[in-house]
């Protein structure tokens, strides 16, 4: 889970780098055909201050992705109403400066592209979270395998004395050793358990101790 959440991260992060520099490149490429657009444009319009008044409010600013995309926009409109004059002064200087038509569209597309990087390089896609829930789920996977580990070794243990039985560190609690004891039969001239009346010496009542409570020794245990 954690080397899918972190992988996700990584692409998700190449991804935003590579929106962010398309997003670069689409600027330089319009902040320089929009100043170039600007002197083709004050060329043909000539040096009225009326003519020279429209460029300026067309050029506007590049104060973001979309006031950039707009002056290119308007500039573009400005061409197509000076390549609507066919005959007079402007028309020849249309041709002088080559203002045609395929210009016009080229700075019509590159408002586009433009536009489109930059509604690219917003979208954000939201990080991918990992719920409690997941986590949980996980946990309870883990602690199934774990019980079944240790359920193995000690059924080998009892088999086999040399085969290791687990001990238990942060799941002790969950998984705590205990021994299975082995009915032995009553001891000779004698019955099992302890003896009427009495104990035996040091403390400890006579007879076969209970066997302890082996947290593994129920199968259909719920986990």
Known sequence: ???????????????RATKDAALRDALSRALLLRDQAYE???????????????LAQAYG??????????????????????????????????RLMRLDQDYVERLEETARELTQAAKTAAARPAGQKVTAGDLDRADGINLILLEQIVRVFERANEQD??????????????????S????????????TGAPSGGTTGGGATGGTPPAEDDPLDDDGAPV
């Open 1 to 15: 889970m954690l080397e899918a959440h972190e992988s996700a991260g990584q692409k998700r992060d190449a991804t």
């Open 40 to 54: 083709v444009l004050r060329g043909v319009g000539g040096s009225g201050k009326e003519p020279r008044e429209e």
């Open 61 to 94: 600013t590049a104060e973001d992705p979309a006031a950039l995309a707009r002056g290119l926009t308007q500039l573009a409109a400005l061409g197509k109403r000076h390549l609507a004059q066919k005959k007079g002064p402007l028309a020849v200087r249309a």
């Open 161 to 178: 004395p040399t085969i290791p039985r687990l001990v238990p560190i942060a799941t002790r609690r969950l998984f705590s050793r205990s």
């Open 180 to 191: 299975r004891k082995k009915t032995t039969g009553a001891p000779s001239g004698g019955t």
